[in-house]
């Protein structure tokens, strides 16, 4: 079996058919630890990734002063990332932190992170959404945040949801509509703020699934109040006919 | 047992029209020289035009239908979407909309109904937004790329009480009804197996990248998948047999005929409860699925079903008894007067439809469920994607049904959804 670092030269190579076996080895490689028996496998070979995937080469540019550059392409290394994706853990995620601020390689970190449920990986979506220049790339992360449920996160977003960028702004109250707080609706109703039509409209399905997510965490109540502000408020029929279901289903 | 749905936009219209007509309205502002009433008539917006929903689905079955108006045509390709407009006009005399964007399409107040013939990585996407805009959706199978993506889809239909039907339409051929019917009614005895056949792929050419043609937005078409570059051999019809798009055979073809397995079955809110399978993808790709396969599903009734790319194109059903073999073409027994009996007083009867876009049309009428419900499409497209997850892990996996989770394999769990490119999301 090819090692992590001969399978990215291989991914490097150039040669589309030499970069497809590299990335299906890869593939099989991490599916063959994964099983769950395989924990020490497993971190041996994200670790091999990480390395990979922060590799440098060093050299000395025209003065002689110590430069350095990545070792592997942007194509490999967002590869490497995307296909850590199913070994990482803890670990790992510096590296994929620090691919996060590369505009080549941070979309598959983003990715890769996604997945990840850990703390630390949360930690740096928070801080890509909130520092990173680009707001698809922002957004991006706060959809990848809308997957973790807590207190936290929800006070996190609502911060999102209280920026200038509609986009951002937009992004952030879907995502509060994942999670089953009360407390989000507020500023989930905020976010329409001087939106276009399609953006209030998309800010109303957010509290229609929050109202959802509420009733199915047992807040029936909470869930209640938001069907009903949206059955009588101004909005198109379909969100209307949803908050009536919503209501008939509770009774 | 049909179930009911919420009323749709027409019925509103009818029911406000009543209220504000006149006393006495003459029967000729409804209908006339046997055609529906206008106030019938679902008016469908046609999304996705390429081969699939141009040349099949509106050319045969949209523009054809007296009880459908076809009210506008979208597509990311701009010949794709002229090519169905101008389809319209020659057939009909009427230029309709023409949308690249289909938030723009669903948005619109006066249709009533989409029909989406998208690459899979899109189906998602695009029927969530249709049914959040109160649309009622005809989708094309496989119903979805992941796991999840079926979840809130079925999801989106209860809350907004959409008539959904997934373009599994063998449910509507009577071949395949009568298969199931005389399995579930123990016709060969104690069901012990099905195996199903759907077909190999080739390895494809790999072509250099390229710059897309002018009339494609490559950008919008790749949508919530993984960037990469334009190659003619990623879009078009060519998209099923690359993992960012699609699931390959498994689910292009699986999603027929393991929906009929599950229908046999009585599986359609469940699935198996384990699944392994062998794959043999192609060394050099470019196609990056299976080329061929075997995928073994065990199902919690102790019955196996077992999905091959090989053999004869079709289903058969093995018991304890006899067996009974269904394809598009023919249905056979062991027993062929099996095949000649009348249904015994008493014998389970399934869902009928004769038609599965006329079933579609009756059900945006009535609200109930359409034959090929959301739930049906997901539990099918489900029941392929466990089989390339397997072949992807390489290891035997259990599938808990009701929680939609995998049991004690975290990594397997990961693949339950994939995350997408920004600004997309479920």
Not at chain 2, 47 to 60: E, F, S, V, Y
Request: proline fraction near 5%.
């Amino acid at each position: 079996m090819q090692s992590v670092d001969q399978l990215c030269d291989q991914l490097a190579s150039g040669d589309q058919v030499q970069a497809y076996q590299a990335r299906r080895a890869l593939d099989q490689l991490t599916a063959s630890v994964g099983g769950p028996d395989k924990t020490t496998q497993r971190g041996e070979i994200a670790a091999a990734l990480a390395r990979a995937l922060t590799a440098v080469n060093e050299s000395k540019d025209g003065q002689g002063r110590p430069v350095s550059s990545p070792k592997y392409p942007s194509e490999v290394r967002s590869r490497l990332a995307r296909t850590l994706a199913d070994v990482a853990g803890d670990m790992e995620v510096p590296a994929l932190a620090q691919a996060l601020g590369s505009f080549e390689t941070r979309e598959m970190a983003r990715w890769a992170l996604d997945r990840m449920t850990c703390q630390a990986a949360t930690d740096a979506l928070v801080e890509a959404a909130q520092k990173a220049v680009g707001d698809e790339f922002r957004v991006g992360c706060i959809n990848a945040l809308a997957r973790r449920k807590s207190s936290a996160i929800v006070e996190v977003l609502k911060q999102f949801a209280l920026e200038t960028n509609r986009d951002v702004r937009m992004a952030a109250a879907e995502a509060l509509a994942e999670q089953a707080d009360a407390g989000a609706d507020p500023a989930i109703a905020a976010a329409a703020a001087g939106a276009p039509p399609r953006g209030r409209d998309r800010v109303i399905r957010a509290r229609i699934r929050l109202a959802e997510n509420l009733v199915r965490a047992g807040e029936k109540d909470a869930g209640k109040d938001i069907y009903e502000a949206v059955a009588a408020g101004d909005c198109r029929d379909a969100q209307k006919k949803a908050a009536k279901i919503g209501l008939e289903q509770l009774g | 047992m049909k179930r009911k749905t919420g009323p749709n936009r027409r019925d509103f219209l009818k029911t406000s029209a009543a209220l504000a007509a006149p006393a006495i309205v003459p029967a000729t502002v409804f209908a006339k020289q046997g055609q529906p009433a206008p106030s019938d008539k679902v008016v469908v917006g046609s999304i996705g035009t390429g081969d699939l929903g141009r040349r099949h689905h509106l050319a045969n079955r949209l523009l054809p239908n007296p009880r459908i108006e076809v009210a506008a045509v979208c597509d990311v390709d701009r010949n794709h979407r002229d090519q169905a407009a101008q389809d319209v006009l020659d057939r009909t005399g009427r230029r309709v909309e023409i949308y690249k964007d289909y938030r723009e399409l669903c948005e619109r107040q006066d249709i009533d109904a989409v029909l989406i013939a998208v690459p899979d990585h899109w189906h998602a996407l695009i029927a969530i937004y249709a049914m959040e805009t109160g649309k009622d959706v005809y989708c094309e199978k496989p119903l979805t790329l992941t796991i999840e993506e079926g979840r809130k889809m079925v999801q989106a239909a209860r809350r907004y009480g959409t008539v959904f039907q997934t373009g599994s339409q063998q449910r509507s051929d009577g071949r395949f009804r009568q298969a199931c019917e005389l399995v579930r009614n123990k016709k060969i005895g104690k069901l012990a197996r099905v195996d199903t056949h759907i077909g190999d792929i080739d390895s494809g050419s790999w072509q250099a990248a390229t710059t897309p043609p002018p009339q494609l937005d490559w950008n919008f078409w790749l949508g919530p998948a993984p960037y990469a570059d334009y190659s003619p051999i990623r879009c078009h019809y060519q998209f099923r047999w690359f993992s960012d798009y699609s699931g390959g055979k498994m689910t292009d073809w699986g999603a027929h005929h393991n929906d009929i397995a599950q229908w046999a079955l009585g599986a359609d809110g469940s699935g198996p409860v384990r699944v392994s399978g062998t794959g043999v993808f192609h060394e050099n790709g470019p196609h990056d699925v299976p080329g061929t396969f075997d995928v073994a599903y065990t199902y919690a009734n102790g019955v196996e079903v077992h999905c091959h790319a090989l053999g004869e194109n079709g289903v058969k059903f093995t018991g304890s008894d006899g067996w009974i073999f269904v394809s598009r073409s023919r249905i056979e027994a062991s027993d062929p007067e099996l095949l000649k009996a009348e249904p015994a007083s008493g014998d389970t009867r399934l869902y009928v439809s004769r038609d599965h876009h006329e079933n579609w049309l009756d059900c945006i009428a009535s609200r109930e469920r359409p034959i090929c419900d959301v739930e049906i499409g997901h539990r099918s497209a489900t029941v392929c994607h466990l089989g390339n997850i397997a072949m992807r892990l390489g290891r035997e996996l259990r599938w808990d049904p009701e929680k939609e989770q995998f049991v004690n394999d975290d990594q397997a769990n990961l693949l339950v959804g994939k995350p997408m490119r920004a600004p997309w999301h479920l």
